[in-house]
């Protein structure tokens, strides 16, 4: 039985037989991995803590004949500040889940791991998280090849300057002039345009400026439409998070 070590994210864990999990890990070398944690739902069970959802570790596992085993886990960083916000925790939730559906098995993918692992770090410190999260769904559709174009018209090319509304596609942005021709799509005010340019042009550390949090809201849905449109299936963590923010309004 061969031996290798990974460092990892905790993306999901399942129950499994009498008293182990199914873990799945983001890796960046290894892609995705799925491996079972024996005997980890056993009271003092010295894997558990170190297993905990979206938790970074350093992961030991051995090869098995279907899914291969976890003999050993130590933590990293547990995002502990995440953890004691329940709105915080439902977002990384969401970035658990949009990360699962989107890596690969056995396919490295360091800028995934990268832009998961920054985004939980700035989760867990103040700021603007609606903006956090809109970011990380723009980066993520850059990573997946999906970048939608915020600058020209996605009909007839012609520069869209920030200044009226528009029509948002998944694609991207349609002018006036497009617009009458095209089928979906959502309409978005300037100011809107303006947020979703910053946020593609990298700027997320937006903690501290005085952002309308109408127009944050507005910019995330404009990111949720694209997101749904692109990755074609609304995803349930998106849903869960919806209703922990409805619980929490000031979050
Ligand atoms: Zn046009």
Request: aromatic share 8%; proline share 3%.
């Amino acid at each position: 039985m061969k031996n290798y070590t990974v460092e990892a994210l905790i993306l999901k864990r399942m129950d499994f037989g009498e008293t182990d999990r199914i873990i799945t890990l983001l890796t960046p070398n290894h892609g995705k991995i799925r491996a079972v944690a024996k005997g980890v739902r056993r009271p003092g069970s010295r894997l558990a803590g170190h297993l905990e959802p979206f938790s970074h570790a350093k992961v030991f596992l051995a090869k098995g004949r279907n899914l291969d085993i976890i003999t050993q886990a130590q933590t990293l960083n547990q995002y502990r500040e995440l953890r004691a916000d329940l709105s915080a925790v439902s977002m990384a939730f969401y970035l658990s889940e949009l990360a699962e559906r989107v890596s690969v098995e056995g396919e490295k993918n360091y800028p995934l791991f990268n832009l998961f692992t920054q985004t939980l770090s700035q989760l867990a410190t103040e700021g603007e998280r609606n903006m956090l999260l809109s970011w990380f769904d723009l980066s993520l559709l850059e990573l997946l090849g999906y970048k939608p174009d915020l600058q020209r018209c996605h009909e007839c090319g012609h520069d869209i300057p920030t200044q009226a509304s528009y029509t948002l596609t998944a694609s991207g942005l349609v002018c006036r002039a497009c617009q009458d021709h095209t089928a979906g799509g959502i309409c978005i005010k300037a100011p809107i345009l303006a947020n979703l340019r910053l946020l593609q042009d990298g700027f997320f550390d937006v903690a501290g400026s005085s952002l309308d949090w109408k127009e944050v809201t507005q910019t995330r849905q404009a990111l949720q439409f694209i997101m749904a449109y692109t990755l074609q299936r609304q995803f349930r963590a998106s849903d869960f998070m919806e209703k922990v923010q409805r619980l929490c309004p000031e979050a």
